[in-house]
């Protein structure tokens, strides 16, 4: 096991118990106490836990794993999601897309579909060439990764970025979207209810993902199949919002007919 998977496993316990101890964390992955230690004094200096004797806790009350170490969780499944996502969405159309690691594929997918020659977009031969494709991200790395794609037209909010996530949130993130109209947003979400709707871990993404869907025409959610099921503390929206959920082929079959009785299709891949 590498460094990267140790620490992503150690910040997983973390995440699931709000603590971790050094023998059972070196039990539970196979390796030495003193590795665990190392490992937890260097993730400790990059303040993504908190030290104690025999082994860590997380910051605070609440704690939520930053970006670039949940990437690695059912990554095939986000890939597959991601792909299916990426072909609901025609040439020229406007798509949104919040943050998150399932939609950060779906950009990718995008680029890729587009960058393909598959999905150019007709112009007459007197008008200007337009973009293949024009992204609203509220998302730092989504947009980072776009910017240098020049068949898609990137458009980024302003706002106050969110170092787990990378996502720009608050105000002035409103007040763009608030200028802007969206053939179809792709919605990354942290929880998935029958009766709730979709949830998101902080109020502040809720509030902003919750914008994207008033102002798009379509709205899609990506999620992998272990997000069913699962509340989350700030509701975004109720499903009779959703016209399209996207996820994987281990979602149970009862969540689906409920999904569906509510008017979602569930696409699953």
Known sequence: MSKHERWNALLELLAASGKVEVEEAATALDVSAATIRRDLDELAEQQLLVR????????GVSYELPLRYKSTRHAPEKKRIAEAAADLVAPGEVVGLNGG?????????LALRFASGRA????PATAPAGPG????TNALNIAGELAVRPQIKIVTTGGVARPQTYELVGPLTAGVLGEVVLDVVVLGVDGVDA????MAHHEDEASISRLFAERASRVVVV???SKM???AFARICGLDRIDTLVTDTDIAPETVAQLTEAGVKVLTV
């Not at 399932?102 to 997918?109: D, G, H, K, L, S």
């Not at 494709?133 to 609203?136: E, F, K, P, Q, Y």
């Open 223 to 225: 999620t992998d199949s």
């Open 120 to 123: 150019e977009v007709p112009v």
């Open 133 to 136: 494709l024009t992204v609203v």
């Open 229 to 231: 099921g699962r509340r």
């Open 101 to 109: 690691t399932t939609t950060t594929e779906v950009a990718r997918a």
């Open 195 to 198: 009766q709730l709707g979709v």
């Open 52 to 59: 104690t004797r025999g082994g860590a806790v997380a910051h």
